[in-house]
């Protein structure tokens, strides 16, 4: 990180703005994949800079990134963003003041079991290896398998005018697991979902993953015969590793208060929610209760602090079944008027925090598996994300998925191959019968959602636990 008085620094230039605040972003990230028991990559990625955010007398915000992290660097860099701060009055749709940069003092690190970078790169190489063998030798018609690790070390220092002095230390690891299987011209691919969350190398523990590999390769071989997923209309059982991504596209997306706002509309698109709809939506029933938690612990996205220095809380987006807050950080709570939560974030040192999921939960309910499935006379339940689509508005969406079994008069009687479902947001989630109990609840999270212009591709979480739905309509097809 630097190596002079930053404080000093920014107190030298504070009475030519409002605030002045200087975020400090150091990342390292490795890429390790094995394929079919070879090493295939293992590569690394470093950045390191700093973003000095002016918020001008005249109310209005700029920034500008350099990563020439000296006392120099940062006059430079703070001469530019005023000027664009100045310069941007004539257009500016909101004056801000400093009550949008709170001036926390604190610390966050990750608590992790062991620390990933004790543990040399060619003993987690090797286990990858030892896997991704493992599978293609399980059966001669497994024609590809991978393993696959990220590796992310994350710091993040705050500084600002007004007495913000913070940091967080992010130890973050994504793995994913996959065995392609072929008979005739069947091929189906069968995965453990890729699984990212704030931990240590325990995210590496070989027996859990063996017993991974191994039952991902033996469905692959059980998907080759398996028959089609019948097209119909019935109740529909969601695995956490499917479900996580139903939320992140139908429940995360639409409530974010920038695409609300239309600021994405260009790129990443708008949102079929109206400010009108908080406080009045009935997004499902009752039992429904979608939360913003940043302070769970080791999932993908916990932080104390988001990017604009808002100290994170845990907050209800749906609360029994209806929409009472956004998805919006300091700034879009102050131009919309909606209730948000502190989910301001940036990806890096040259890219500005805006409106991000980070981790969003559906609470645990009370049923457990073996009552959800006994409730059902005819189902599908469905496993692991293999295709999604979703329009523009986050309203009509398909999915598909890797893995499926038939439940007849409340038993799993086949396995399904080809799975797929299709919806409408409202209409699906008010079609939630079950919510499954803690038993059921996994904890999950993609190092890759993305949104912005410039794009920023981000972590977030989502800790979910099995749910059903009624009238449903499944089809098969690849
Ligand atoms: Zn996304």
Redesign the pocket.
Known sequence: MNNFDLAQEISLVSDQAQWVGVRTFNEQTTYLVSRNGLNSEVSSDIQNGMMVEVLSHDGQLAYYGTSDISKDGFKRAFDEALRLAKLSKEHGLTNFDTSIRPPEKGEYRTPVKKDVREVKLTEIQSQLMQLSERMKKFDNRIIETSAFAMLTHTSVQFTSSNGAEWKQDFHIISRDLSATAKEGSEVQRRSTGLLGRQWGFEALEMDELTAEADKIAAQSIELLTAEECPTETCDLILMPDQLYLQV??SI??PLELDRILGDERNYAGWSFVSPEDFGQLKWGPNFLNVSFDPTLENEMASYRYDDNGVVAQKQYLIENGTLMRGIGGIESQKRSGIPGVSCARSTSWNRPPMDR?ANINIEPGTSSLDEIIKSTKRGILMHTNRSWSIDDYRNKFQFGCEYAQLIEDGKITKTLKNPNYRGATVSFWNNLTHVGNEDTFQVWG?P????GEPNQVIR?GHAIPICKFENIEVFGGA
Request: net charge neutral; aromatic share 10%; charged share 20%.
């Open positions: 992140h596209e995360g997306h999921m993609s890759y959602c993305g949104k977030v």
